[in-house]
């Protein structure tokens, strides 16, 4: 992680912990760093990454929390870095690694990366923002796609279609591997492509034989400063930063069911929320159903991918 990286963040209410200091908060998780070394050998070069249970939805950070989101983002994301070939900046995830107690489950301890300014997004399959250019232009972030492809639609091969990071509240905006190549060289952008799609065909393939559709994934990636490796940062393959769908009933030509927030943001657009999306209006409070539903939803997908159980 590189800390704040220039942005405001986001107001939260994160935890104070002992020997950490709060440096960040994203829309989920919040950032530290060790005061007066806090035992280790080299404190400069590393941070503490804790996942709360915030939920954000169409650029709003909810009122409500899902109970367990933390613990399931945190635990899917240590089990993908096991399942990986890549290098990672997990230095631990215990107690003995340094984790505070209360936040032991939800909370990674991380070498602290120099991020690139690229939100790594690997395809491969046709929907969300990729659909609509498709069906404007025929391509993604200006790659020519064959014709006839619907929503659903599994690629001829995964493609890697960039974003740069915007600013707190705005969108990313899709950028094309020229622009990356334009903004880290060209070394750093032929193995930010290969990365991803290193790791999006090795996720896709073990998600494959468990049932579950990787359709797409957003990684993010940091120099090391201490070895000079581009190492995989952040969280990896959960619901907040992938599309997972049920292979049982996947049926190209319609919007696929998610294992993700879909139960939020249907009830958010929905005439029973009374929120217009666009009024500027924060948004309100989410009923106890959806709750639930949402939590049962993230835990699914653990369960489903790992193998094991979700222990409350």
């Known amino acids: 992680m590189g800390g704040a990286g220039g942005k405001r963040g986001y107001d939260t209410d994160a935890p104070q912990l002992e020997g950490w ?4 908060s994203g829309k989920v998780r919040d950032l530290y760093e060790p005061v007066d070394g806090s035992g280790f050998s080299h404190p400069a070069d590393v941070v503490l990454v804790v996942a709360s249970d915030r939920i954000s ?3 709003y950070v909810l009122s409500s929390t899902i ?5 399931v983002l945190t635990q899917l994301s240590l089990w993908w870095f096991e399942q990986l070939n890549v290098p990672n900046h997990v230095v631990g995830s215990t107690a003995d690694d340094g984790v505070p107690a209360e936040v032991v489950g939800r909370a990674m301890v991380c070498r602290r990366l120099e991020m690139y300014p690229v939100e790594c997004i690997a395809r491969g399959y046709l929907t969300g923002s990729g659909l609509v250019e498709y069906r ?4 993604v972030c200006e790659i020519p796609l064959p014709g006839g492809l619907v929503d ?5 091969e995964a493609i890697f279609t960039p974003s740069a990071k915007a600013e707190v509240g705005d969108h990313d905006e899709n950028i094309t591997y020229e622009d990356v190549t334009g903004m880290v060289g060209d070394d750093a952008a032929a193995r930010l492509r290969d990365l991803t799609l290193e790791v999006y065909r090795e996720a896709e393939r073990v998600a494959r034989e468990r049932g579950i559709i990787l359709a797409d994934t957003k990684v993010e990636f940091g120099l090391d400063p201490v070895t000079g490796d581009i190492t995989l940062g952040d969280e990896v393959l959960t619901p907040d930063s992938s599309r997972f769908w049920d292979a049982a009933t996947w049926e190209p030509g319609k919007a ?8 939020v943001r249907d009830w958010l657009t929905s005439s029973a929320s009374g929120w217009d999306r666009h009024s500027g209006e924060e948004p309100p409070a989410l009923p ?5 539903r949402t939590r049962e939803r ?4 653990y369960e489903r991918l790992t193998g094991r159980r979700f222990d409350v």
């Open 21 to 24: 200091k709060h440096i960040y």
């Open 57 to 59: 939805a169409y650029d």
């Open 67 to 71: 109970p367990d989101k933390g613990r």
């Open 136 to 139: 404007e232009h025929g391509t």
């Open 152 to 156: 659903g639609s599994r690629l001829p």
């Open 256 to 263: 696929q069911p998610s294992f993700d927030k879909q139960f």
């Open 288 to 292: 106890a159903d959806v709750v639930e």
């Open 298 to 301: 993230y835990v699914e997908a």
